[in-house]
């Protein structure tokens, strides 16, 4: 295009172009007012999960996200905030979109859940103890304590889970504690009673 002009600009902030031309010794002119904002695609810092009662997601992004931005669970459904709640437990991915077109990030998380109480007596229901929905986490690796910190056993998510038995003996009923070493390297830790 002939007298095709490029500006480039790197910084936000309110600018304006004018473009003129004379025609015959008389200079026309018109001025276009735009404004330059900063924006790019988000870049997370960490997703707080809480696994109990109330499940919940809380995206945090890093400094560097200067965009408006966004959140979804479902690819579909989009909110200003970036807090979820009242969650089930199971494999979710939170959608961050930039609302000036820089694109959408994405990450999944798992929501996890447990059970409070188990019954180890061989009465086919509640006789072992693990995470709910392990199979979407098959890796990560459970310890499970007694109350004075005593590892009683480890094993992964995708094992039948714990029997109440410490060296082949049964356990009392008690309060017993876990952690869970996820695969993403995020550590959970919890409670629950063993009831016989």
Not at 78 to 104: H, N, P, R, W
Not at 124 to 142: A, C, H
Request: hydrophobic share 35%; proline share 3%.
């Amino acid at each position: 295009m002939v007298g095709q002009q490029i500006i480039n600009i790197n910084q936000a902030g309110s600018y304006s172009v004018t473009v003129g031309k004379n025609h015959a010794g008389i200079f026309c002119s018109t001025t276009k007012n735009f404004t330059v904002v900063n924006s790019n695609l988000a870049t997370i810092s960490k997703i707080i999960t809480t696994d109990r009662d109330f499940n919940s997601i809380l995206v945090q992004l890093t400094s560097g996200s200067l965009g408006d931005y966004q959140y979804s669970i479902d690819g579909i459904n989009y909110q200003i905030s970036s807090y979820f709640g009242d969650l089930m437990a199971g494999e979710y991915t939170v959608f961050i979109k930039d609302l000036k077109g820089c694109g959408i990030t994405r990450e999944e998380v798992y929501l996890i859940t447990y059970p409070k109480f188990f019954t180890p007596n061989n009465d086919g229901y509640n006789d072992r103890w693990n995470i709910k929905f392990s199979q979407l986490e098959p890796n990560n690796k459970i310890n499970i304590m007694d109350r004075f910190g005593k590892l009683i056993t480890t094993f992964l998510s995708k094992a039948e889970g714990w029997d109440g038995n410490y060296n082949g003996n049964p356990l009392p009923s008690d309060d017993y504690w876990f952690e869970v070493l996820r695969q993403n390297g995020k550590i959970y830790k919890g409670h629950f009673s063993l009831k016989r």
